[in-house]
């Protein structure tokens, strides 16, 4: 299994909405991602979590909140977002070994109305 | 600060020719590289990878070239099919850390 499965696919919320992107891998892998990413910009990260430890927070707002519940699953809850955190958010997960190729999901299309 | 670029936003080749993508880094501490491919709404696709030790890989019809002393890498795909259309986005880390910094990516584009 080589898959990063990411639900929901499509969420569309409003701004007063408390909603939670799930993410989860079976490759064994230690290291789990948040990015997020806007029409034609590079992925630009915004959590890492090493053996279900917080490791970076790239200064994103406290509406976005990371949850690594055990190795293999991680959800990024989102409460009070404005418009202009629509996206396509990704989750990603590596090996923490050797070089960094980190796998990705399919995304999440996010658009808060 | 945009320590990864990709210089050309968009690229044409015709199919069954060699197509190459650039890639340029400012981070002298960046020591892996690596290539994706990224179909629209869908996540990027890990390609090939080129640690400093080396200054090249390759993997069936891709090859990564590094030159560290002009902090560049290309990618060589060849021969160019249509299902390689998409965009690439380079992308370079420090190893052991977990942070990958991407590049503004390249459309690339196969005529048939």
């Known amino acids: 299994d080589t898959e990063v499965t990411q639900t929901p696919k499509h969420l569309v919320m409003g701004m007063t909405n408390k909603k939670s992107l799930k993410c989860e891998q079976h490759?064994?892998?230690?290291?789990m991602y948040w990015y997020k990413q806007k029409a034609k910009k590079p992925p630009e990260l915004m959590f890492v979590?090493?053996?279900?430890?917080?490791?970076i927070n790239e200064s994103v707002p406290s509406r976005f909140s990371p949850e690594c519940p055990n190795s293999s699953l991680l959800n990024l809850h989102l409460h009070a977002l404005q418009p202009e955190d629509s996206a396509l958010y990704l989750c990603?997960?590596?090996?923490?070994?050797?070089?960094?190729?980190?796998?990705f999901g399919q995304g999440t299309r996010l658009t808060v109305v | 600060d945009q320590q990864v670029k990709q210089n050309s936003p968009s690229l044409s080749v015709q199919e069954g020719r060699i197509s190459i993508l650039n890639c340029d880094y400012t981070?002298?501490?960046?020591?892996?590289f690596l290539w994706y491919k990224k179909y629209p709404a869908e996540g990027p696709t890990f390609l090939i990878s080129?640690?400093?030790?080396?200054d090249k890989n390759e993997d069936g019809r891709f090859t990564v070239f590094l030159n560290k002393s002009a902090k560049h890498l290309s990618l060589h795909i060849v021969p160019s099919q249509p299902g390689d259309s998409a965009v690439y986005f380079c992308?370079?880390?420090?190893?052991?850390?977990?942070?990958?910094?991407f590049g503004t990516g390249t459309r690339l584009t196969i005529i048939p």
């Open positions: 990603a997960s590596s090996p923490l070994s050797g070089g960094t190729e980190a796998f």
């Open positions: 490759m064994g892998h230690r290291a």
């Open positions: 979590y090493s053996y279900e430890k917080l490791s």
């Open positions: 981070n002298s501490m960046f020591d892996y």
């Open positions: 080129i640690s400093s030790i080396k």
């Open positions: 992308a370079a880390s420090v190893l052991g850390n977990e942070k990958l910094t």
